[in-house]
């Protein structure tokens, strides 16, 4: 049974950083796409990145320049760098993989940022 598990949420203020990890496990298959959405109260959940297996990378607008996301296929593992934290970045972030065709997500981390 694959299983997500993310880590790295928590409270920050204006202006810092946070880094985001989430650690697949319990796939005999290749990992292809590895992502990061958010989602903030009374809105829907958006992506925020997405690598695929072979490094090719894509962003949300709003997070261009911010935000970096990287993934250590050895470790079935992916990393979302975020700076310049803005409040509008609070929200609750969760992972999400492909696998084969089937999308799988972790439990989800909340990141604040106070202003």
């Known amino acids: 049974q694959v299983q997500l598990v993310e880590s790295g949420g928590g409270l920050v203020q204006v202006g810092g950083s946070l880094r985001l990890s989430c650690a697949a496990s319990?796939?005999?298959?290749?990992?292809?796409?590895m992502g990061w959405y958010r989602q903030a109260p009374g809105k829907q959940r958006e992506l925020v990145a997405a690598?695929?297996?072979?490094?090719?990378?894509n962003y949300a607008d709003s997070v261009k320049g911010r935000f970096t996301i990287s993934r250590d296929n050895a470790k079935n593992t992916v990393y979302l760098q975020m700076d310049s934290l803005k409040p509008e970045d609070t929200a609750v972030y969760y992972c999400?993989?492909?696998?084969?065709?089937?999308?799988?997500w972790g439990q989800g981390t909340q990141v604040t940022v106070s202003s």
């Open positions: 690598i695929t297996r072979y490094g090719s990378r």
């Open positions: 999400n993989s492909d696998i084969r065709g089937y999308t799988y």
């Open positions: 319990g796939s005999s298959f290749a990992i292809n796409t």
